[in-house]
């Protein structure tokens, strides 16, 4: 297609990037779907449109109503940047502690921020249910009315994968793909892909970072969430209805220790530059690689653009404030010609 109708067309329709360290490794074909290589330069691009689409076709979102939606970032960039095209206003209410430069491309995006202090899900003041009130507040004073876009708990986020990202693995892959992994935040991804590609005999994996609590009820049948991670946008601690129904056939808890050395190997040596998440999910295809053995074709979601944590993943005084190791060349100064 050489024309788009609008921005809406252009998410989705992401190439498969080989991962040539990972591969070598391994003895596997480990391939990387470049989410990044959306407008809003992530996986959370095809969400928010399913949802937008979603609430219009429910009647729930009428022309120039408002989106409300709690998000580490992503799912808000998505939304704002689908709303604008579609004449829909947005108000994003994030945790204080995700990136400066999310919320700073949430501004550009056009997104009315409320920052709200971090808080476990179980607290009232937790940015999901913040967002939530707020929604049904603006939902009486709008004059358009406000819809919540829920992405934990609206399955129109895990369709996007089922209608989308499933089916163009299968098919740019021309049905070779053995196994897919990656790890959760709503679950959509994770979730939407196996209901695509398990019937069709792929074994599904989920990547779990420390202080997430899903690898544990896979494995235990117990929510428990040892340990913590830098990681954004992944770690959850419930089954979110996105989850309901879903069942890995292989699951690890992936150490930020063995994720990040990943991360700067992806932009040393493939040119890649990608946020944390995309390490554990790598890291993930690795475990998996070796457990299934050699010759199988396994792939993973390159979630999102790294530029958006150059103050933290890949800052080096944040690094070792965290205690995480540095790459040699990102701890280099800038040689300056007097
Ligand atoms: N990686 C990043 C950087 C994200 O923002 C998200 C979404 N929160 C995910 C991974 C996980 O995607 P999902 O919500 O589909 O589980």
């Not at 788009?4 to 190439?15: E, K, V």
């Not at 991804?189 to 690898?215: N, R, W, Y």
Request: charged share 20%; hydrophobic share 40%.
């Amino acid at each position: 297609m050489r024309i788009y109708r609008d921005l809406a067309q252009s998410i989705g329709n992401t190439p498969l990037i080989r991962l040539n360290q990972a591969s070598a490794l391994t003895g596997c074909e480990i391939l990387g779907k470049a989410e990044f290589l959306n407008p809003g330069q992530s996986v959370k691009d095809r969400a928010a449109l399913y949802i937008i689409r979603d609430a219009v076709a429910r009647g729930a979102l009428r022309p120039g109503g408002t989106i409300v939606e709690g998000t580490a970032g992503n799912t808000g960039i998505g939304l704002a940047l689908v709303g604008a095209s579609m004449g829909f206003r947005t108000v994003i209410v994030i945790p204080e502690t995700q990136s400066q430069e999310k919320k700073d491309m949430l501004r550009l995006a056009g997104a009315e921020l409320v920052q709200v202090p971090a808080a476990p899900y179980r607290n009232p003041n937790n940015y999901v249910h913040y967002s939530r009130r707020l929604a049904e507040a603006l939902a009486q004073t709008e004059p358009n009315g406000a819809v919540w876009a829920n992405q934990f708990d609206n399955v129109a986020n895990r369709q996007a994968h089922v209608e989308t990202t499933g089916p163009e693995v299968w098919a740019q892959t021309e049905g070779r793909v053995n196994g897919f992994i990656c790890a959760a935040g709503t679950g959509g991804t994770l979730a939407g892909m196996a209901l695509a590609l398990q019937p069709k005999g792929v074994k599904i994996g989920l990547a779990d970072p420390e202080g997430a609590a899903l690898h544990s009820f896979y494995t235990t049948g117990k929510l428990e969430a040892p340990g913590s991670s830098i990681t954004e946008g992944i770690g959850q601690g419930r089954i979110t209805a996105n989850l309901e129904g879903f069942k890995p056939d292989f699951s690890y808890r992936i150490p930020d220790a063995e994720a990040l050395p990943i991360v700067f190997d992806l932009l040393e040596h493939e040119g890649l530059c990608m946020g944390g998440s995309t390490g554990i999910n790598i890291a993930g295809a690795i475990r998996m690689a070796r457990d299934l053995g050699p010759g199988h074709t396994i792939v993973t979601i390159l979630c999102d653009y790294g530029s958006r944590y150059q103050s933290k993943l890949y800052n080096p005084v944040f690094l070792k404030e965290k205690g995480l190791p540095v790459p040699q060349w990102l701890d280099r100064a800038p040689r300056t010609i007097p």
